[in-house]
């Protein structure tokens, strides 16, 4: 690659396209949170300026009042923004001028809560986010309907927006532009892990029931890769025995651990093996792999230092001790459950884990530091294996992802279903709401079951079944007094009881349905009252199948009238480091009023 072409993607076009798509993005989520207040305008005042005949016209104001940004939209359900992105402009004392992402954020810092520290940082994620926006736009369109008949990972790297609601939501600060070609999922380049080997009193293996670490690391490296490894270690006078094997993401050993690691290189507590042989492609949360040599094998999660979305994206070693362990505990809560088991639903676990322990670091900083996050990985079980005849598998993210013509993908699979559309939702509803709901009744059991943690089950566009992941840093016990096992105390975490059922009505209704709602309704496939009465019909269904719980159901209203609006952009506005203090999660939320329960009274 010449050094031309490794920008060749930041055309003109694109990047006026990519900036114009990102400003829609920023008003419709930032009115959604109520960090800016559209207000409404006559047809009449816009005539001139873009504005077609007979749509809701809106404008907001920077916060010296001189500049203007009009646009059409349409106003939603949960006070979902749908904005026209065509119809954008901007106005200064009588001049329309391109729109452009930074200077947007610019002209509205003070009403973003933008900091002097916080800005620029934030800044330089919006570029990196237009950057991966142009680069996306380079490549060959594919339709909704093409994409709803192929393959789990030509989906996994055929999305395009990333998280919803996050407007920063691919900044990846670390990564330069060679990077970016050869890690972003949506570049879909093969990807060899670097194989470190590290030295047993540092590092740490622990793994589920019934497995063992040197059949495991034999059976996923493959027996010719361990014993050159191990040669490796033999011809350099050390003794195999006295070392763990750790995959690395390829960024992390080059940028850190070269560097951040040298003492432990250069004492030979870490010895570079070099790569393996399998061919990995990330996945939407970047620092996961998925084995394309062998997809039966386990997906490989590593550290990875790279700032993004809020969060610098490391694995803590000490966390990997206890993660097979959670993993199990949860598989068997689900297996021994009959409501659980009759949606089908499954997790794949986290199976192995592997953890270093640089001493130094550790004793200069908390627990919660990015120091200590460094060098860790884990081996998560794959879906493949537990397919069926004819069935396939695609990212729940999926279903929010519209292609360039406008069409959704959910719209897609509905339309190979042959289904009705709301009999299509109620499948995929009792797959994915029932076991949430039950999770929350009856266990006080919550995931983080947003899009790129779910991984649904197709037949013919339907869905059979979903498959939960990211088990073990995501999921939470919020009863205080739950006995559980020592090794799974840590999920245990004290929510206020106004907050609890926040994990449905913030992760489910308002972060992943509010978008499929909104592109059903637009496309005039399901409407807005109908999406929204079918996931009440399967709430209802699963309380009157689950009378026990009654007394739950009074307590946590799925039905109430209103429920507190928690905003993650503002999370990431106020602190775009470390969004949430990891030791109280819920004490970091930032709630702004409330949000009509689409649900209420159906």
């Known amino acids: 690659m010449t050094l031309a072409d490794a920008v060749s ?5 694109r990047w006026e396209r990519a900036n114009r798509l990102l400003v829609r993005k920023a008003l419709a989520e930032f009115a ?7 207000e409404a305008q006559d047809v009449g005042e816009g005539q001139g300026e873009g504005e077609g005949e007979g749509d809701d016209v809106y404008v907001v104001r920077s916060d010296d009042g001189l500049t203007r940004y009009r646009f059409r939209a349409t106003l939603r359900a949960l006070d979902h923004w749908e904005v026209d992105p065509d119809s954008i402009t901007r106005h200064r004392d ?29 800044l330089e994620e919006i570029s990196s986010t237009l950057s991966g926006t142009c680069y996306k736009l380079t490549k060959p369109k594919v339709t909704s309907a093409e994409l709803a008949r192929s393959g789990f990972q030509a989906i996994e790297t055929g999305m395009t927006e990333g998280h919803p609601c996050f407007v920063a939501n691919n900044g990846r600060l ?20 670097v194989w470190l080997a590290a030295h047993r009193t540092r590092a740490a293996f ?23 490894f191990h040669g490796q270690l033999t011809e350099q006078g050390l003794d195999p025995a006295d070392y763990l094997l750790i995959p690395v993401h390829p960024w992390q050993w080059w940028n850190k651990l070269t560097v951040t690691f040298a003492a432990e290189v250069a004492r030979q507590h870490l010895v570079c093996l070099g790569e393996g042989d399998d061919e990995y492609l990330a996945q939407q949360s970047i620092r996961t792999f998925f084995n394309t040599s062998h997809p039966e094998k386990h997906y490989v999660k590593t550290a990875l230092s790279v700032l993004n979305m809020g969060f610098m994206r490391g694995l803590s070693a000490a966390y990997m001790e206890a993660t097979p362990a959670i993993n199990d505990w949860l598989a068997q809560i689900i297996e021994n459950d009959p409501v659980l088991k009759s949606t089908g639903l499954t997790i794949i676990r986290e199976r192995a884990a592997v953890g270093y322990r640089h001493l130094e670091y550790e004793a200069a900083t908390d627990r ?14 794959s879906p493949v294996p537990s397919l069926q005849e004819g069935e396939s598998l695609a990212t729940m993210a999926s279903l929010a992802h519209v292609d360039h013509e406008g069409a959704s993908f959910a719209g897609a699979l509905i339309e190979r279903s042959g289904l009705a559309p709301t009999q299509w939702l109620r499948r995929y509803l009792r797959a994915y709401l029932t076991p949430l709901l039950h999770s929350f009744y009856a266990y006080d059991l919550v995931f983080m079951p947003h899009g790129e943690n779910v991984i649904l089950v197709l037949k013919d566009g339907v869905v059979q079944r979903a498959i939960f992941k990211d088990i073990a840093e995501e999921i939470a016990v919020m009863d205080p007094d739950a006995v559980l096992p020592p090794e799974v105390a840590r999920i245990r975490v004290e929510v206020p009881e106004d907050k609890k059922l926040l994990s449905i009505f913030t992760d489910v209704f308002d972060c992943f349905f509010r978008f499929v709602a909104a592109n059903l309704a637009t496309e005039g496939i399901v409407e807005e009252e109908d999406f929204w009465r079918t996931v009440a019909e399967v709430v209802h269904e699963y309380q009157d199948a689950n009378p026990e719980l009654a007394d739950r159901f009074r307590q946590y209203d799925m039905f109430a009238p209103e429920f507190a609006l928690s905003c993650l952009n503002r999370l990431q506005l106020r602190d775009n480091r470390q969004m949430v203090d990891l030791a109280d999660p819920s004490g970091a939320l930032q709630l702004v009023g409330t949000l009509k329960n689409p649900i209420a009274g159906l």
């Open 9 to 13: 993607h930041l055309s003109s076009e």
């Open 32 to 38: 959604h949170e109520r960090l800016i207040t559209p």
């Open 94 to 122: 009588g001049d329309e001028l391109p729109l452009a992402a930074l200077d947007f954020l610019i002209e509205l810092r003070s009403s973003l809560g933008l900091s002097d520290e916080v800005l620029p940082v934030y």
């Open 174 to 193: 670390g990564f330069g532009i060679h990077e970016y070609l050869s890690y972003a999922p949506e570049t879909a380049s093969p990807v060899r892990l």
């Open 206 to 228: 622990t793994a589920g029931a019934g497995i063992e670490y040197e059949s495991f690391v034999r059976e996923e490296l493959g027996e010719a890769t361990v014993e050159r």
């Open 368 to 381: 919660y530091s990015p120091y200590r996050k460094m060098l860790a990985a884990l081996w998560r079980e």
